[in-house]
């Protein structure tokens, strides 16, 4: 299993970044794949947004509907577009898959600032 991020980057604050994660290597029908943030001072990765293969959206509390996230299937990719992006949201943000095993991807840096 291989998980192959991109997108992030620099961003002024108001704007947006579109986030791309691919799976491959033997996928399950079954899943859930998604973002996680490791924003600084902050010790853990919280969850961005994740969805699963029966299309079950959660996204974390901070989101406040400004980031989307999108699956297609067919490329086992999942999307996440950011919007209205603020200092805050700077970190870096890891794709997760998970089915029966679990991979985290190697992370991709966003930076918001002006």
């Known amino acids: 299993l291989q998980l192959v991020e991109s997108g992030g980057g620099l961003v002024q604050p108001g704007g947006s970044l579109r986030l791309s994660c691919k799976a491959s290597g033997g996928i399950s029908l079954v899943y859930v794949m998604g973002w996680y943030r490791q924003v600084p001072d902050n010790g853990g990765r919280e969850s961005v947004a994740?969805?699963?293969?029966?299309?079950?959206?959660q996204y974390g509390d901070f989101v406040n509907g400004r980031f989307i996230i999108s699956r297609d299937s067919a490329k086992n990719t999942v999307n996440l577009e950011m919007n209205k992006l603020e200092p805050g949201d700077t970190g870096i943000y890891y794709c997760?898959?998970?089915?029966?095993?679990?991979?985290w991807g190697q992370g991709t840096q966003v930076n918001v600032s002006s």
């Open positions: 994740t969805i699963a293969t029966t299309d079950v959206i």
């Open positions: 997760h898959f998970q089915d029966w095993r679990g991979c």
